[in-house]
């Protein structure tokens, strides 16, 4: 059991790697965490998390009023988001909030992270909402976070901002940001190669019963079946130079629906032969 200046220390910590790995420039993003029912650590403003020292590590009761008045840093103005996590979801102990680059791309573009595609994100990350762009600091960015929770929720997007990660510990908070950034960067260089391999509804209900056993819980179990994992892919898929078929579209047996409007092998070559026999005539005449 770590004791009060343990986890100041940690928080540190967190934060040097935080500032390390890019995911806060300048000082920008904040963490915090609830150490008793009305008391919570945060990070101060105006401090890169990259040098963050025990002392500076500010105080705050549920209603965001700084307690450690002696402290000459001032709390993060964004500590009310924090807060009203806290209260919608009391097993949260640690919230991480940051502007990771390739994750926030996602949030410039108004697209949603898209599911059903990487185990990992799948098992540690889950369905990860985004919430609608709100100005940072202001009581309606949290409600607008909050609103898009449930119990299996630990990371949600800011539109045009950033991240926010939140579990029972801050190492496993942060943990949710690392794996976040890392899985979005692969998105992007999987667009640059031009096509994605979706699961299968078969293989995300394999997948989620292997979660589950892990003692994690996902709702989508429940609805996988029929198809609501991917439901939100469609604007990462619109990206893509060739379109791929929505998740939902994938078939039991791995197969993908047939989309009626698609031309076939041998009239794509019938065309191909045309407009080369074209090209020739004109060459030659
Ligand atoms: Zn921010």
Redesign the pocket.
Known sequence: MQNLFQIKQEMCDIGRRIWLRGYCAGN??NHSVRVAEDRVFCTPTGVSKGFLTPDQITVVDMDGHQIDTHNKMKRTS?VLLHLQIYKARPDIRAVV?S?PPHATAFAMANIPIPEGVHPEAEVFLGKVPLAKYTT?SYKELGESVVALINKDTNTVMLGN??SVCFDATLLAAYYKLEILDAYCRILLLTRQLGRINQLTRQEMIDLLKVKEQFGLSDRRLSCAAQGCIGADNEPFLATFDIRPQTACACQEDGGVEKDPAAISEEKFEAMVRQLTDQIMAGARG
Do not use: A, F, M, Y
Request: aromatic share 0%.
């Open positions: 920008e993003g964004e909030h502007h940072p901002h950033g």
